[in-house]
């Protein structure tokens, strides 16, 4: 297994799912995705995730007149601070 | 006739009238124990005193250094030599300390709760003398031998409670608590940015695929 680079989880941190209730980890989502007939394992899940936020980053910075590269748009997807910003505002805090 | 004079009314008792009294309460005479008692209510008054606004009432702590004063008559030892007083200090001391750790907040904390604290306050600064750091909770519970949830009711129950409508400083300024309290709910201006940002990510969300949307949903434990 490749280590993960140094300083990495310092600068980046992780999005956890701690915090959120009735929210799942990688495994489980795959587990739960595949019972509901979308095949996947847990990297696909977090892929499927990482694009989808990517979508999303595009659709806010779009609006606010920024377009980004896919490079950019998947840095600012994959950040837990903006994902954890979107959870929230979707969950209504 | 005042408190002050009714103490006063009362002589003090001599050492060998004391133990003349000690002889004859042990022997069971109700009179002299009521004697020896009202003798030393002086010494009771002036330990209640000490302990006057620190959140209790002081006729309640006067109603307990009595009762402290009590014990002690009832249980001093004329053989042993020392004066009452001497002896009796002490237990009206115990008893009054022991009143006021326990009535001073707005919930009843048992004796066993305060001196608990009294060590966690203790330990934390011995840790911190020989360390140069505050200990963590969990520390902190490990050192005292007991769990961190326990530590955290405690204090919970220690807390001292303002009501939100007291006088921050009475007398001195009209501004309640709750005038110095931050508003923390969104400007109009922050609300409305804040509801449009929701638009915009919902819109985002329905062109996604139904695979996606549903990995979104898991991961963020939300309701599409």
């Known amino acids: ?93 | 006739m005042n408190v002050k004079s009714k103490l006063r009314s009362h002589e003090i008792l001599t050492r060998e009238q004391e133990v003349e009294y000690a002889k004859k309460i042990e022997a069971g005479d109700r009179r002299a124990r009521d004697k020896m008692i009202h003798a030393n209510m002086r010494l009771a008054a002036s330990i209640a005193k000490k302990y006057a606004g620190k959140g209790v009432d002081f006729d309640d702590l006067m109603q307990e250094s009595t009762i402290g004063l009590m014990k002690a008559v009832d249980r001093f030892d004329w053989r042993k030599g020392f004066k009452f007083s001497t002896y009796a200090y002490w237990w009206i001391l115990q008893t009054v300390k022991q009143y006021v750790e326990s009535n001073k907040g707005p919930i009843s904390l048992p004796a066993n709760a305060s001196s608990r604290l009294y060590h966690a306050s203790k330990v934390r600064e011995d840790f911190e003398k020989e360390f140069g750091a505050a200990p963590t909770e969990t520390e902190l519970a490990e050192l005292l031998g007991t769990t961190s949830n326990t530590l955290r009711s405690l204090r919970k129950s220690a807390a001292f409670c303002v009501s939100l409508d007291s006088q921050v400083r009475p007398g001195e300024d009209r501004r309640s608590y709750k005038d110095s309290l931050t508003d923390t709910s969104l400007t109009p201006e922050e609300a409305l940015e804040a509801a449009q940002t929701k638009k915009l990510i919902n819109d985002a969300l329905s062109n996604l695929s139904a695979r996606e949307q549903a990995v979104l949903r898991l991961r963020f434990g939300i309701e599409l």
């Open chain 1, 1 to 93: 297994m490749c280590a993960m680079p140094r300083g990495h989880k310092v600068k980046n941190g992780y999005a956890s799912v701690a915090s959120l209730a009735g929210a799942d980890d990688y495994k489980l989502i795959a587990k739960k995705c595949t019972e509901m007939g979308h095949k996947m394992g847990h990297s696909t899940a977090r892929n499927v995730l990482l694009s989808a936020m990517m979508k999303v980053a595009d659709a806010l910075h779009r609006s606010q007149g920024n377009i980004y590269t896919n490079r950019q748009l998947f840095e600012i997807a994959r950040n837990p601070t903006f994902q954890s910003g979107v959870a929230d505002i979707l969950n209504g805090n």
